[in-house]
Each structure stands twice: as C-alpha cells, then as structure tokens.
C-alpha cells in the first residue's frame, strides 16, 4: 500500500518568512494530493490539493508543488502569519482507491 | 447548512461500558470514514464506506464496528470501551464526481475518555 512520509515533523519560522513542507509517496499510482490545516481543538480543513496532471498550483499565499518522477510534493507558505500556526498534513490517494493516505503531520509556529 | 455532525462532542465513561459515538452529514456524500487521533498527531483511517450496506476495516486494527444502514448515518460503536481507546474519533465524509474522489470534509470530533 501506499506510505506517506513528511518532513519536519515541526517547523518555526518568524511572521512574514516562508514555510516549506515536504512529502514523499510510495505508490507510483498515486495522483490526488491534498494538503489539510488542523488549527489547535479544530476539525482538518483542507488548504489545497494538486492532481497528478499538473505541477504546481497556487492560492494566495500558499502553493503546492508536485515533482512526479521523484514522487514528491511540497507545500510552500509566504508572508507567514501567526494565524498559520497549525499542524499541516499531507496526504496521497491512488486513482480507484478510496482512502486517503496521510503523512504524520508538521507543527507549524509563526511568531510574531 | 451542509455540514458534517457528531455527538457526543466530549465522552468520559468507565472500563467495560459499550458506547455509540454518532456520525451524521448532510451533505449527500456517498463516502464516510472514522478516523482516530490523539490530539495534533497522526490520523489513523480505522473504518470506511462506500456507500448504504458497505463497510471496510481501515489500516489501523480497531476493536470498534460500524454500520452503514442510511446513507447520511455512520455510527461507530465500542462493545467494551478500554483506557487504550482514549482518544479522539473523526467522521469524515466525501463524495466521487466523474471518476474521481474528492475532497473530505470532517466533523468536529468526539473526545473520548476511558477511565
């Protein structure tokens, strides 16, 4: 089956810096790539995602990465704020299965 | 309001009691799934479905069963509730659109609490 690993396991960066969270996938079959924000007692909600036809995607200050044949993608954060601070996971699905996989997840402070 | 929904919000029950955690959306997804996680960790996929009478175990081995009689109705049930089962549980639900899965929305969450 397909395994997700995510890399820092924490990361904190100053208000108005970038923040780079990085993922590998397992399973070649893999191609839908969401990313979900956990604020601290909230619900996951997903930020963005990315499927396998395209490399890159953007929404306002957070855009993901896709690199296909080294079976990575990264989420890339600018102007951090601190209400960025959250566990971010990423996650990889397979075409036909119905499960997401999820990485374990980065802890992400901004400080002011 | 489209929503997914789940009560008991916070549970703290003693060793050996059965207990329902309830898990319902009215967002018209076919697809619903239980989660469990400890507070900020990793999410653990423990049950899932595709539908009305499907029901799958997860990757994560559970002494937990669900149902799946009515399609917006996911309910998760502990027999003999143990301190190892303290955590938190997840609902989660989704919906295919032309081949494809989409996104998952979850529910708020039960805290559970095994004494």
């Known amino acids: 089956g397909e395994n997700v690993e995510q890399h820092p396991s924490t990361l904190s960066v100053q208000e108005g810096d970038s923040a780079v969270i990085k993922c590998t996938y397992s399973d070649s079959a893999s191609n839908y790539f969401p990313w979900y924000k956990q604020e601290l007692g909230k619900r996951p909600q997903l930020i963005i995602d990315i499927r396998s036809n395209v490399g890159e995607k953007k929404d306002q200050r957070i855009a993901v990465t896709l690199n296909k044949t080294a079976k990575h993608f990264s989420l890339h954060i600018t102007e951090t704020q601190p209400e960025d601070s959250a566990v971010y996971f990423c996650?990889?699905?397979?075409?036909?299965?119905?499960?997401?996989?999820f990485g374990k997840g980065t802890m992400l402070l901004v400080s002011p | 309001e489209a929503d997914i929904y789940q009560t008991p919000r916070y549970l703290v029950i003693g060793t050996g009691k059965k207990i329902t955690l309830e898990c319902s959306q009215t967002m018209g997804h076919d697809k619903m799934y239980w989660y469990q996680q400890d507070p900020g960790m990793e999410l653990h996929l423990i049950h899932y479905?595709?539908?009305?009478?499907?029901?799958e175990k997860g990757d994560l081995s559970s002494e937990s069963t669900v149902s799946r009689i009515r399609t917006e109705h996911f309910p998760l049930t502990l027999e003999s509730a143990r301190p190892s089962h303290t955590s938190q549980y997840l609902c989660?639900?989704?919906?295919?659109?032309?081949?494809?899965?989409?996104?998952?929305?979850f529910g708020p969450g039960t805290r559970l609490t095994v004494l």
């Open positions: 989660a639900s989704s919906e295919r659109q032309a081949g494809e899965d989409n996104e998952q929305f």
């Open positions: 479905s595709y539908g009305v009478n499907s029901t």
């Open positions: 996650a990889a699905r397979a075409s036909g299965y119905s499960t997401l996989t």
